[in-house]
């Protein structure tokens, strides 16, 4: 599952001209947006297992990221951040961990955004509410 069907069809299209026989689905994926996960889950049971997850979703702010100025967000915008970078990935995971066969791996990519310190984000309230001891999933 992919946000660029597109990309993703060039990548099989690579995979599949050096090992012809493997089994390559795509499938359009928003891992922000629930319906478009129960799509997908209900799309991969029809394999019966996935052998492989590369979970590399992810949206970053605009610029450059170690720019102080680049954290001057809203509680919405940072909520929308850890929907499609954190939340949506690990729902995703979840879902299809029944799937996953045996011997099958999951890869999660990261960025160096990822650490970055909350000390360094202006905005007090989002500093209050990721710093707070209480907070769970």
Not at 2 to 15: F, G, Q, W
Not at 17 to 40: C, F, G, M, W, Y
Not at 43 to 60: C, P, Q, R, S, T
Not at 66 to 90: A, H, K, P, R, S
Request: proline share 2%; with cysteine.
């Amino acid at each position: 599952a992919c946000r660029n069907v597109e990309l993703a069809n060039k990548a099989k299209d690579e995979i599949l001209a050096k090992h012809p026989n493997s089994k390559i689905n795509v499938e359009q994926l928003d891992v922000s947006e629930k319906r478009a996960l129960t799509r997908s889950f209900l799309w991969l049971i029809k394999d019966n297992h996935i052998d492989v997850v590369v979970n590399n979703a992810g949206v970053a702010a605009k610029g450059d990221a170690f720019d102080l100025d680049v954290f001057n967000y809203t509680f919405q915008t940072v909520t929308y951040f850890l929907i499609q970078n954190f939340y949506g990935t690990i729902d995703f995971t979840e879902k299809i961990l029944p799937l996953l066969s045996n011997n099958g791996k999951i890869v999660t990519l990261g960025s160096m955004a990822g650490k970055m310190s909350f000390n360094r984000i202006k905005n007090e309230e989002i500093q209050k509410r990721f710093k707070n001891p209480e907070l769970t999933k």
